[in-house]
């Protein structure tokens, strides 16, 4: 069984910096391509970034790009988002998904919410104006 642990998220004003984490708790060794999703209210999921179980390969949502910043522990399974310059538009639920792949597809990532088997709970981030 795999479960997404989420920590971080709150609530902070425009342009301040906010960090979520995941990790990855599993009854059995594994590697995880991992990725970062968030919903508003009122509108669909969106991909956020995703990183793969090597962490050497990243991708960004262009809404995100330049502000947001993924890494990965790949011998801890924990991958955290450091959110810089925060906009009211951030203000969503951010919720990590995850892959278990193989040693052969270490470099793998998905950036669509439906090639996602395993999901956190969510962690909700504010921002105010």
């Known amino acids: 069984q795999v479960q997404l642990v989420e920590s971080g998220g709150g609530m902070v004003q425009d342009g301040d910096s906010l960090r979520v984490s995941c990790t990855v708790s599993a009854l059995s060794d594994g590697a995880y391509a991992m990725g970062w999703f968030r919903q508003a209210p009122g509108k669909e999921r969106e991909f956020v970034a995703a990183v793969s179980s090597s962490g050497g390969i990243i991708r960004y949502a262009d809404s995100v790009k330049g502000r947001f910043i993924v890494t990965k522990d790949s011998a801890k399974n924990t991958m955290s988002l450091q959110m810089n310059s925060l906009k009211p538009e951030d203000t969503a639920v951010y919720y990590c998904?995850?892959?278990?792949?193989?040693?052969?597809?270490?470099?793998?990532?998905?950036?669509?919410?439906?090639?996602?088997?395993?999901w956190g709970q969510g962690t909700q981030v504010t921002v105010s104006s």
């Open positions: 998904a995850a892959n278990s792949v193989g040693s052969g597809a270490a470099t793998y990532l998905w950036t669509r919410r439906y090639d996602y088997v395993y």
